[in-house]
């Protein structure tokens, strides 16, 4: 009988569980739908600017506060005070600018509609003097999206605004396509580097089908259409094909960073291997050792400091597609990609 009441209030509790679920999972679709109705007339785009000078004095004013004395903490900021007023009065309002970016970069590269737009604003509102400082974090992937990421790169250098590339951590192939664009590449000393080289991989599973009698047919027109496919049975003459369109993809990636750093022994950096900071540096590939911290603190010595970050709100609905169509597109048959693992 006691059995026979512990198994009844067990299958209870998983009905109960199961019950709960269902509705919690109702109530967040109801909620989603009413964030989305209420939503549809706000604003669905914003430009985030971050006073990085004036973020770090105040971190610096709050350590001081704790640090220091009171007597000597409240001299320091009668002292601030005073510069204040006297860089007031001197009418500093066109100080230059150094304007931060920050690239994080995944397989499709997906941040280069937020680039796209902050290149163009920085195009119509940059003025002399002013810099672009691009914190850049990409170990490659699709070669149509790396490469208009480099041209929105590119539209900053071909306007003679100073264009500096920081790799904290890796500009490694797609990464490195972006960074050779600029005047100036600064990398930390143990940052991945390089990567000149492309790559395609696909899975096949033509005997298993075959082991289970399951019939796979691909019609094109066009004789190179499709060059391998997952399912069918690949073939020599489309291995060739796929190795030439391979190397056809790598002249014209190191004709894009030869370019751009014509110095490059490129007989010897464009072979797909990579190397740490200090390495890069002798072969060229990065101009000189220094984070992007260390950047960033000498030039507020004499330049604003602004960090820029451009959001474009999406629906639920966009969120989920764009995650479905990346795993995706990385299984579409034949698809060449600057090699995205170091």
Known sequence: ????????????????????????????????????????????????????KARYRSLSYALKEISLPEKEYKAFLKQERKREKEREKTGDQEQRRLFIIEFNGDIRASEVSALRVLVTTLLQEAREGDQVLVRLDNAGGMVSEHGLAASQLARLRAKGIPLTIAVDKVAASGGYLMACVADRIIAAPFSVIGSIGVLAELPNFHRLLERYGVDFELHTA????????????????????????????????????????????????????????????ELGLVDAIQTSDDFILEAGAEMELLKLKYRAHKKPIERLVASVRGVLDRVQAGKADFGGSV
């Open 1 to 52: 009988m006691l059995e026979l009441f512990l198994e009844s209030s067990i299958d209870y509790l998983f009905f109960l569980a199961k019950t709960l679920t269902l509705l919690a999972g109702i109530a967040v679709l109801i909620v989603l739908a009413l964030r989305v109705r209420a939503g549809g007339g706000l604003q669905r785009e914003q430009l985030e600017i971050t006073d990085l």
């Open 222 to 281: 066009g004789e190179y259409k499709r060059t391998l496919t997952l399912f069918g049975e690949n073939t020599d003459e489309g291995r060739q094909k796929l190795r030439e369109q391979l190397e056809e993809t790598h002249r014209l990636f190191k004709a894009f960073v030869s370019e751009y750093r014509p110095s490059l022994d490129l007989e010897r950096v464009a072979t797909g291997e990579y190397w740490h900071g200090r390495r890069a540096v």
